[in-house]
């Protein structure tokens, strides 16, 4: 896939400022998300904590902590590196720049709206979706202006063959304005009812994750992982089939969370059977990408790390979807283990470990600390094992003690307080790893090029000396 | 996939067929009728009265559904009935005059979807207000829906009736605010006493079909 010979090309310094505009409020979200995600957990131990203001109840901070990582950190991030993949496989400069920064600032806008809006009581109360209504149509508008650089990236590129890449982040910019707009007018402008209402959001918050997030995700480790390794991605042949598996069935998996619930019953059996369909999806990635695992350097720490994450955490919602699992981990801190593990360990990291490979190619110049680089290496690893396996822990005891009617709840949360401790631990370790990734992205931009921009890139294996 | 038209075309295709699920339960659903109920002469469920209604939208600012479900699982499927949640799962059909459904997906606190019919005992208007404003265990306390009044003359009639470290200080009276009213209102009008035909357990209907036969 190297038929780019040049590592820095004439392209990237077109799409410098969009791109690095994106990447910039992306990170400025990532931090903000954090201190919320941290006084949200915070409160699940010490409920009395921010407890005296109607503005910081749980309920606030956790939809305010998840709209800030999913449509601040994740979409930012996400658009940009989904845009960065395109233009360098396309072989043309980066179209449309200008409608990239100015899509960025009204995106920005609208999350912050969303943001205010939240804390005056107007999340929607769907997960993936706590985005007040009258927010939405002006993300969705300023969401097509940086798509139109992404299809004008497809449309008009020079090289005939289609990477694996392409598919995932062209995918993925169409998918997420139909999932959203279909949501918006089936929840707020049309409203179904009832429990109509639990199912479609059900479907979109999935869909989210299977044709959004994670299409950007594999779309970043697919450019990625042969770059730095140098080698032919192994069993390339069944890629499409595993994108097709993704894209077809990755929606249908949403209903996993009604088990048991007023819901028709074929909603959650649909849901299960298509659950297991896509293991046959995360075994075809973990084919053609195992190659990163073990391979050194920052980039590849984060890819393989997130790659893991990705992998253990689709087989893992595919045995907890079964009925005899979810009847224990159902309605507990269990399923925001798996959250986590996969916007976390998975989405968010993968993300990480492209955006090291992307800004010294944007920028032109090298990471201003290598030690802050193996810093927020060791602290996100670190910080996403103490998450996962303490929610899961907590989640786990919460779901037996829940099986127990004599148990009461003052019983279960003092049985879940010292692993929601732990996680407040974890917390504050991921905040910490991403202030570090924060001040070296602006000590780079600050810093003046040392070296000319051509030279700094030599072979492709080259990475290692930089990240 | 070097046909970009074909591959658009699969893309929404793939789409389509994924919200086509969603179509077909709305089919299943939407259209859901009260059901009346030749016996008692009226149809159910019933429309929340509109300081009831009001309470949902407060239920749902505050993000209550972030700890709270509102959704009984079948028996057997968990230990929904043994904590005395509801005699039966919940249906689609309890939810019809919902604007806003809270089924919820946590359960840091106990599920709410009957908890005006709660057997043994179900908690009454003063208890809800005396845990919203003190908290108890992981529930939090909710003081900014009450107000402190300073008592000249009588006592109003709607100041909570606090003792030990909870009571406010001499000459004051805590009353709730109406967000806290309306909530409260809300919470007394959750039950899902009625059974309808389709919320009967499945195992139960099954035993009395074998019983027939014999």
Not at chain 1, 206 to 235: E, M, S
Not at chain 2, 11 to 34: D, E, I, K, R, Y
Not at chain 2, 124 to 150: C, I, R, S, T, W
Request: a positive charge; charged letters at 10%.
């Amino acid at each position: 896939m190297s038929h780019d010979t040049q590592e820095v090309s004439a392209n990237d310094a077109h799409a410098r400022g969009p791109l690095l505009l994106l990447l910039g409020s992306g990170l400025v979200w990532l931090v903000i998300s954090g201190v919320l995600a941290l006084i949200a957990s915070v409160q699940l131990h010490t409920p009395t904590f921010l407890a005296s203001c109607a503005w910081f109840t749980y309920g606030h901070m956790q939809a305010l902590q998840e709209t800030a990582f999913v449509y601040g950190w994740l979409a930012n991030a996400g658009l940009a590196l989904g845009l960065w993949v395109l233009t360098r496989l396309g072989g043309e400069a980066l179209r449309a720049g200008n409608w990239v920064t100015v899509g960025a600032l009204f995106w920005n806008l609208g999350v912050t709206l969303a943001l205010v809006g939240i804390v005056a009581g107007d999340a929607t109360g769907h997960s993936l979706l706590q985005l007040p209504r009258y927010v939405q149509p002006l993300l969705l508008i300023a969401y097509g202006a940086i798509a139109v650089a992404g299809v004008l990236a497809w449309s008009g590129r020079r090289n005939e063959a289609s990477y694996a890449s392409q598919w995932y982040v062209f995918a993925a910019l169409f998918l997420f304005p139909w999932l959203f707009s279909v949501a918006h007018v089936a929840l707020f402008v049309v409203p179904m009812r009832g429990v109509m209402q639990a199912v479609t959001a059900g479907w979109f918050a999935q869909g989210v994750f299977t044709l959004w997030l994670a299409p950007l995700a594999l779309a970043a480790a697919y450019y990625v992982v042969p770059k730095v390794t140098g080698r032919v991605l192994p069993g390339y042949q069944f890629a499409s089939l595993s994108f097709w598996v993704l894209i077809v069935v990755g929606a249908w998996t949403g209903g996993r969370h009604l088990i048991g619930g007023p819901a028709p019953a074929w909603i959650s059996s649909l849901a299960i059977v298509s659950c297991s369909l896509l293991v046959f999806h995360y075994f075809v990635v973990w084919l053609n990408l195992k190659g990163s695992i073990g391979q050194g350097g920052a980039v590849m720490k984060f890819t393989s790390f997130g790659l893991l994450a990705y992998v253990i955490g689709g087989c893992a919602d595919a045995f907890t979807s079964i009925r005899s699992f979810a009847v224990i981990t159902q309605f507990t801190y269990f399923t925001q283990a798996q959250q986590q593990l996969a916007l976390y360990g998975g989405i968010s990291m993968l993300f990480f470990g492209a955006l090291y490979f992307a800004v010294p190619r944007l920028t032109g110049k090298t990471w201003a600390s290598a030690a802050l680089i193996g810093g927020h290496a060791t602290t996100a690893i670190l910080g996403v094992l103490l998450l996962v396996i303490s929610l899961g822990v907590a989640g786990w005891t919460q779901g037996q003690a829940l099986l127990k009617p004599a148990v009461t709840f003052p019983e279960i949360a003092a049985a879940t307080r010292p692993w929601l401790l732990l996680a407040t631990a974890a917390y504050a370790v991921l905040l910490v790893g991403n202030l570090m990734l924060v001040v070296n992205f602006l000590q780079t931009l600050a810093a003046k090029p040392t070296v000319p921009a051509a030279t700094l890139f030599q072979a492709t294996s080259d990475i290692k000396e930089t990240a | 996939m070097k046909n970009g038209t074909l591959f658009f075309l699969g893309l929404f295709a793939s789409f389509t067929v994924s919200f086509a699920v969603v179509l077909l339960a709305n089919h299943q659903l939407g259209a859901l009728t009260p059901y009346f109920d030749d016996g008692e002469g009226k149809a159910f469920p019933d429309r929340m009265p509109g300081v009831a209604a009001r309470g949902q939208l407060v239920y749902r600012d505050l993000g209550c559904a972030s700890c709270h479900t509102q959704q009984v699982r079948r028996p057997g499927f968990g230990a929904d009935q043994a904590r005395g949640w509801g005699e039966r799962q919940s249906v689609a059909r309890d939810y019809i005059f919902q604007p806003f459904a809270q089924l919820g997906t946590m359960r840091i606190g106990p599920d709410l979807t009957n908890s005006a019919g709660r057997k043994p005992s179900a908690l009454d208007a003063e208890d809800l207000m005396n845990l919203l404003y003190a908290g108890q265990g992981a529930m939090p306390a909710h003081a900014f829906l009450f107000e402190q009044v300073k008592v000249t003359g009588e006592v109003p009639a709607k100041a909570l009736k606090l003792t030990g470290s909870a009571a406010p200080a001499a000459g004051y009276a805590v009353v709730p605010s109406e967000q806290a009213q309306t909530l409260v209102a809300y919470l007394l009008n959750l039950n899902t006493v009625y059974d309808y035909p389709e919320s009967r357990p499945v195992v139960q209907a099954a035993a009395q079909a074998e019983g027939a036969h014999k």
